[in-house]
């Protein structure tokens, strides 16, 4: 086993929210079958997939994610019964306001990974690592002030001080 | 017609059958009107309804504000079919009960956008952007209302009512991106379109938590960012869409184009219209087996 290195002018940050009982031990397996996946992603362990509260997406793109992962149990699977089922409709919604607001939705991936898929787990996480790459670094919300209202206070008050 | 009303309002007070009446009165020039919170009964007579009453009075039905707890049992409420639609979103929602609640529906035809842009009459220069394709003009819940209640059909699909939401829709997405970086650029979160919502319920808003802070208090684009969008997420399928956010604005920020937007994919999604029915669930706190997951890998 083991792949290739290659080296790459941008890696991307990834950050993954995962259920604790699917996808975690999806990938606890991967990691124990010694199979390679990408080294980007950034995973947090949650109880369910419908612990995967809206701000934690919003706050890991404030901090200069470039992509986001989501994943828990097959519908159906769900250790708590139906937390998925209210993930997947939030996600829905989620993802169409991160699309009005100017975010490319293929920075957000919501997938089914049960805890027997780890060779799942590893392929999605390359595709998903390979498809950020060439969309580039995520548009950083800086400093720069780019309303001319905004830019004639910013100026008056550099001037009066 | 508003002499219907305050005969009805007089009879409650006197009747003891509601300890308060929230309406409109003249306010502080002749452009505006103020909420007024009438108690006896002889001050009826100052309850006034014309396109300039814009102010979204369930907000103060709302447990967020102290007024529900000065052992008020019974509150008559005017409003028009906007109003209304909050109530019965609040009533769905479990933050009030239909029999605390008096509703005096009235007619609308529509209110103007701003105070400012008030000229005596209501035209299509100052009629505010949520009254073109109003279906409410006749309210759909009421205890009392002046005159017959035509039959209204309310079965048609949620429009976004502000042509700005199509227009941005039809952007590429860096352009898109631009154009709210460039608009949140002026906001400095003086949070006055959360203070003016009637929704935002909680007791403690989450910009206001400390720890974990999960939005960064600052003016800075990065908590902008996060605050807006939040705020947008915590309204999918709640918001009634009574424009009040964009209205309170002192940036002139349109924060409503999130909210009507987002109303357009609830429906499409789960064909949910909020602020029409009493007993239906939010779409986010229920489910359906099949529901679509064309986006899922």
Known sequence: MGKKIEIHDFEPKIMAFVCKWCTYSGADLA???????????????????????????????????????ISGCHPGDCHYNEGNYYARRRN?????????????????????????????????????????????????????????????????????? | MIEAIRNQARLLLENGDVDVVIGYAEGSDPSRTTPIFIRKAEDVEKLIYDPRCINSLPLYLNKRHEYTRKGWKKTAIIGKGCDIRAIVQLIAENQLKRDEIYILGVPCEGVVSHPEKWDGSLHDGNRASKCIGCDVMTPHETDFFPGDKPDVDRSTPYEATSKN?????????????????????????????????????????????????????????????SWH??????????????????????????????????????????????????????????YKVDDREDFIK
């Open chain 1, 31 to 69: 990691g124990t079958s010694r199979m390679d996946y990408s080294p980007n992603v950034r995973m947090i362990r949650l109880p369910c997939s419908g612990r995967i509260d809206p701000q934690f997406m919003i706050k890991a793109f404030e901090q200069g994610a470039d992509g986001v992962f």
């Open chain 2, 165 to 225: 939401v199509a227009t941005l829709m039809e952007l590429e997405l860096d352009k898109r991106f631009a154009f709210w970086r460039t608009d949140f650029d002026r906001c400095f979160k003086c949070y006055a379109c959360r203070e003016v919502c009637p929704h935002c319920s909680c007791n403690t808003c989450i910009t206001d938590e400390t720890t974990p802070s999960w939005i960064d208090p600052a003016a800075h684009k990065k908590g902008v960012f």
């Open chain 1, 92 to 161: 829905t919604t989620f993802r169409q306001l991160m699309d009005f607001h100017g975010i490319d939705i293929e920075r957000i991936e919501f997938s089914w990974i049960s805890a027997a898929e780890a060779i799942k787990w590893t392929e999605v996480i390359d595709a998903f690592t390979e498809k950020v790459r060439e969309l580039g670094r995520h548009p950083q919300y800086d400093d720069e002030v780019v309303d001319p209202y905004a830019q004639f206070l910013v100026q008056n008050k550099q001037e009066s001080a």
């Open chain 2, 229 to 286: 969008l939040t705020r947008a997420m915590h309204l999918v399928g709640r918001c009634t869409g009574c424009g009040e956010c964009t209205r309170a604005c002192p940036m002139g920020i349109q924060v409503d184009l999130f909210n009507q937007r987002m109303k357009e994919v609830v429906q499409e999604s789960y064909s949910y219209k909020p602020g029409y029915s009493l007993e239906d669930k939010h779409p986010l706190i229920t």
